[in-house]
């Protein structure tokens, strides 16, 4: 299954709502499918299960939402530290990634 | 604590075969929720999942790589090994290991979905003569 990550680069403003979209090749389950954050010389850090499931510890102004072939996470308002790559994972074959999505200060 | 450490050369020369080791602490290796990958990061590019091994000693690999790739566990001493024959500079990478999770409605016992839940710090390899 390929995930299909848009867009490449989003440039907002600490505060705005970033929307990170997730567009898989064939249907994942909605339990297969899991969002992570990167930041330079870091291992990624899980965010989100389930498509909507916040992980432990994970701000509530992060949110998974979608079914089937289209996944989206939503950050509400952006906070400095938020600003990073994000990538979008399935697991209902052989484990993939998309491209990522990097979110960077406008 | 959770923790997964990755341990192994970090510079490997062409059609050599790469040996890299991840010892975990803070779980078993027999937890029937859990199991280890290897996933690996050129420099600037995306993630791409290598192998993975479950607590019944189960293995599955990315099909791209499956000939050369070989996952094991040392459940005694807490350890998952990666062994990767023939390395080429492409190979070039941050490889991660990872602690696969499923995670369960404490209630329902509905499962609600499976992650890469802790992670690494990764090892940089480079394949280069």
């Known amino acids: 299954i390929v995930l299909t990550q848009s867009p490449g680069t989003l440039s907002l403003s600490p505060g705005e709502r970033a929307t990170l979209s997730c567009r898989a090749s064939?249907?994942?389950?909605?339990?297969?499918l899991a969002w992570y954050q990167q930041k330079p010389g870091q291992a990624p850090r899980l965010l989100i299960y389930g498509a909507s499931s916040r992980a432990t510890g994970i701000p509530d102004r992060f949110s998974g939402s979608g079914s089937g072939t289209d996944f989206t996470l939503t950050i509400s308002r952006l906070e400095p530290e938020d600003f990073a790559v994000y990538y979008c994972q399935q697991f209902d074959s052989s484990p993939t990634f998309g491209q990522g999505t990097k979110v960077e200060i406008k | 604590q959770v923790t997964l450490k990755e341990s192994g050369p970090v510079l490997v020369k062409p059609t050599e075969t790469l040996t890299l080791t991840c010892t975990v602490s803070g779980f078993s290796l027999n937890n029937t929720r859990m199991g280890v990958s290897w996933i690996r990061q050129p420099p600037g590019k995306a993630l791409e999942w290598l192998a993975h091994i479950f607590s019944s000693d189960e293995k599955s690999y990315s099909t791209s790589l499956k000939s050369r790739l070989t996952i094991s566990k040392d459940t005694s001493k807490s350890q998952v090994v990666l062994t990767m024959i023939n390395m080429d500079p492409v190979d070039t990478a941050t490889y991660f290991c990872?602690?696969?999770?499923?995670?369960?409605?404490?209630?329902?016992?509905?499962?609600?979905?499976?992650?890469?839940?802790?992670w690494g710090q990764g090892t940089m390899v480079t394949v280069s003569s």
């Open positions: 064939q249907s994942v389950s909605i339990s297969y």
């Open positions: 990872a602690r696969r999770t499923m995670y369960f409605d404490f209630w329902s016992g509905y499962h609600l979905g499976d992650a890469f839940d802790i």
